[in-house]
């Protein structure tokens, strides 16, 4: 590929007490390119684009700008030299308007010192129909689905002409239309000369938008070639160190009867009049575009939000869910999305999270039966392979797919009957994927009803029994798994097709 190396960062090794993070690695950018930085949760990607950031500082190694060696010893320094990192994790301002996001830090104003607003909204509203959203500047971020959220993102760090823009996974939460946005910005990026660094798990979407690749493996840079050099499959070989022969894994479960079963459920303006059901071994998706109503009705299914109309049964029995102990007590666990704020307790132990729906068996009175605590932590901690130091250690300093899999232990602890599943692979590495698959079909195989919530069409496709599609608040279509394909999804999520029993 043709244009002038923006960026390289050369034999860069950094550690932290008693663990080399990075070993020599190297990194090159140029112009107008999208770079692919691959590898699993801690392979070191995080750490090197740190290093880039200004958060941390290199241990030895170097970085050119163009032709100039810099030293970035801030986060400050790296935005003043046009280097924008945009975070998985959402870093917006939530009570604040779009507009007031976009120029944080930055913000105009007019002579007699005082927020220029008007001025303000006029350039986000520029911005924005620049690469085509359409969204009000004054919506508050609250307001926003945690994808439209990370478009805001990255229309932040478009809007301060950067030169070099890191995108940690920025598709992990966007609808398929969502991906297409984001997809025209890159390639308009691109036209503008920007270099991007491109950090992503799903390795499908690199063939259609990067044009290098970078692999890193245990803190060591494994390859460098173009995109079209090598197969998925190398990739994923090169990224684990070893043959990943089955990633998806779903196996032919006896399916049992109607375990949850949902009739006119509405919850206001949100979604209305949804019916479907589950049964006992199956693994039923829930598949459409970001802001269909899915994660709503598994909230209002929970008791996270209160339903309008509709009722709910679990084996044939209408059951009052009002708040989520309802739904806990009834059989029904629900494993969220947005795992760090709404999965877990961050700044507490792998122990105290994975108990938390099973205190009611570890607490007698007021003493905690430590054995049998440590008996369910050590289980899962072993059937789910979770990489940790001991049942003490901090869940906040695991990786995404470990932190998932401590959730899962956390529900599974309370024996539910129907456990919900809203995007439960988000932001989690191929090595990490596949144990979900694998704790999921193995879930199904003894009997639990799965529901699957996800934006990754491969992921329903290879994972469930049938699929429900939604699309702005209702159900579309149900389809059986002799009828899967994407384009077949998508029809009904664009409202092309429609069930006739779903009219």
Same mark, same amino acid.
């Given at each position: 590929?043709?244009?002038?190396?923006?960026?390289?960062?050369?034999?860069?090794?950094?550690?932290?007490?008693?663990?080399?993070?990075?070993?020599?690695?190297?990194?090159?950018?140029?112009?107008?390119?999208?770079?692919?930085?691959?590898?699993?949760?801690?392979?070191?990607?995080?750490?090197?684009?740190?290093?880039?950031?200004?958060?941390?500082?290199?241990?030895?190694?170097?970085?050119?700008?163009?032709?100039?060696?810099?030293?970035?010893?801030?986060?400050?320094?790296?935005?003043?030299?046009?280097?924008?990192?945009?975070?998985?994790?959402?870093?917006?301002?939530?009570?604040?308007?779009?507009?007031?996001?976009?120029?944080?830090?930055?913000?105009?104003?007019?002579?007699?010192?005082?927020?220029?607003?008007?001025?303000?909204?006029?350039?986000?509203?520029?911005?924005?129909?620049?690469?085509?959203?359409?969204?009000?500047?004054?919506?508050?971020?609250?307001? !926003?689905?945690? %994808?439209?959220?990370?478009?805001?993102?990255? *229309? &932040?760090? $478009?809007?301060?002409?950067?030169? @070099?823009?890191? =995108?940690?996974?920025?598709?992990?939460?966007?609808?398929?239309?969502?991906?297409?946005?984001?997809?025209?910005?890159?390639?308009?990026?691109?036209?503008?000369?920007?270099?991007?660094?491109?950090?992503?798990?799903?390795?499908?979407?690199?063939?259609?938008?990067?044009?290098?690749?970078?692999? !890193?493996?245990? %803190?060591?840079?494994?390859?460098?070639?173009? *995109? &079209?050099? $090598?197969?998925?499959?190398?990739? @994923?070989?090169? =990224?684990?160190?070893?043959?990943?022969?089955?990633?998806?894994?779903?196996?032919?479960?006896?399916?049992?009867?109607?375990?949850?079963?949902?009739?006119?459920?509405?919850?206001?303006?949100?979604?209305?009049?949804?019916?479907?059901?589950?049964?006992?071994?199956?693994?039923?998706?829930?598949?459409?575009?970001? %802001?269909?109503?899915?994660?709503?009705?598994m909230k209002t299914i929970f008791g996270i939000l209160k339903r309008s109309g509709g009722s709910i049964y679990l084996d044939g029995n209408e059951v009052d869910i009002r708040k989520p102990k309802d739904a806990i007590?009834?059989?029904?666990?629900?494993?969220?999305?947005?795992?760090?704020?709404?999965?877990?307790?961050?700044?507490?132990?792998?122990?105290?999270?994975?108990?938390?729906?099973?205190?009611?068996?570890?607490?007698?009175?007021?003493?905690?039966?430590?054995?049998?605590?440590?008996?369910?932590?050590?289980?899962?901690?072993?059937?789910?392979?979770?990489?940790?130091?001991?049942?003490?250690?901090?869940?906040?300093?695991?990786?995404?797919?470990?932190?998932?899999?401590?959730?899962?232990?956390?529900?599974?602890?309370?024996?539910?009957?129907?456990?919900?599943?809203?995007?439960?692979?988000?932001?989690?590495?191929?090595?990490?994927?596949?144990?979900?698959?694998?704790?999921?079909?193995?879930?199904?195989?003894?009997?639990?009803?799965?529901?699957?919530?996800?934006?990754?069409?491969?992921?329903?496709?290879?994972?469930?029994?049938?699929?429900?599609?939604?699309?702005?608040?209702?159900?579309?279509?149900?389809?059986?798994?002799?009828?899967?394909?994407?384009?077949?999804?998508?029809?009904?999520?664009?409202?092309r097709k429609t069930n006739e029993a779903n009219e």
């Open positions: 590929m043709d244009g002038a190396v923006v960026l390289k960062m050369q034999d860069i090794c950094k550690s932290f007490p008693g663990v080399k993070v990075l070993d020599q690695v190297n990194l090159e950018l140029r112009e107008g390119e999208v770079h692919a930085l691959l590898g699993e949760n801690g392979a070191g990607k995080s750490t090197l684009i740190k290093i880039l950031g200004g958060i941390h500082n290199a241990d030895s190694g170097k970085i050119f700008l163009g032709e100039e060696e810099v030293k970035i010893s801030s986060v400050v320094d790296a935005q003043n030299r046009d280097i924008r990192i945009i975070h998985q994790e959402i870093v917006l301002v939530p009570f604040r308007s779009i507009a007031e996001n976009i120029f944080l830090g930055r913000e105009l104003r007019n002579k007699a010192g005082f927020l220029d607003k008007k001025k303000m909204y006029a350039g986000t509203k520029e911005i924005m129909q620049e690469f085509g959203l359409s969204l009000s500047p004054d919506m508050l971020i609250s307001e !926003l689905s945690i %994808g439209m959220q990370q478009l805001v993102e990255i *229309i &932040k760090a $478009v809007s301060t002409d950067a030169r @070099i823009i890191v =995108m940690d996974e920025p598709t992990s939460s966007l609808s398929e239309h969502e991906v297409e946005f984001l997809f025209r910005t890159i390639r308009l990026l691109k036209e503008k000369k920007v270099g991007i660094i491109y950090i992503s798990h799903k390795i499908s979407e690199l063939y259609e938008i990067a044009d290098r690749v970078t692999v !890193l493996r245990d %803190g060591h840079t494994i390859r460098t070639c173009p *995109i &079209k050099e $090598v197969t998925s499959e190398q990739l @994923i070989n090169m =990224m684990v160190g070893r043959e990943l022969t089955k990633y998806y894994i779903k196996t032919e479960n006896p399916i049992g009867d109607v375990s949850l079963e949902v009739k006119g459920l509405s919850c206001g303006r949100l979604f209305e009049k949804v019916d479907f059901y589950a049964r006992y071994g199956e693994i039923i998706g829930f598949s459409g575009l970001i %802001g269909a109503g899915r994660t709503e009705v007590e009834a059989g029904i666990a629900y494993i969220p999305e947005d795992r760090k704020n709404e999965g877990l307790v961050l700044i507490n132990s792998v122990a105290f999270n994975m108990t938390l729906v099973a205190l009611k068996e570890i607490i007698k009175g007021i003493r905690v039966n430590k054995a049998k605590r440590a008996g369910i932590v050590n289980h899962y901690v072993d059937a789910f392979s979770i990489k940790v130091t001991s049942g003490e250690q901090m869940v906040g300093n695991l990786s995404g797919g470990n932190q998932q899999k401590v959730v899962l232990g956390k529900w599974l602890a309370g024996r539910p009957k129907v456990i919900i599943l809203d995007e439960p692979t988000r932001g989690i590495d191929v090595g990490s994927k596949s144990e979900i698959y694998r704790i999921i079909n193995q879930l199904a195989g003894e009997g639990v009803s799965i529901i699957l919530v996800s934006s990754e069409l491969p992921e329903v496709i290879n994972m469930c029994d049938r699929i429900y599609i939604m699309g702005e608040g209702r159900i579309r279509g149900e389809i059986e798994r002799a009828e899967f394909s994407q384009e077949i999804i998508m029809d009904y999520a664009a409202g």
